[in-house]
């Protein structure tokens, strides 16, 4: 049982600290989250000429 308390910790450690520093932390570069570089790519690719909200 023990082992599957400490395999459950560990991963549940990986996986926190990547949400943590892949997703919720803005990139130092351009200052956005990885979700809204996405939506604003998809507005660039989207521009048919008009103003899009």
Excluded at 11 to 21: E, F, G
Excluded at 25 to 47: A, C, E, H, S, Y
Aim: aromatic content about 12%; charged content about 30%; glycine content about 4%.
């Amino acid at each position: 049982m023990d082992d599957v308390k400490h395999c459950f910790r560990d991963n549940y450690l990986r996986y926190a600290s990547y949400v943590i520093l892949d997703r919720a932390i803005p990139d130092i570069v351009d200052g956005l989250k990885p979700v809204q570089r996405r939506i604003l790519w998809t507005l660039f690719q989207m521009d048919d000429g008009k103003l899009h909200k």
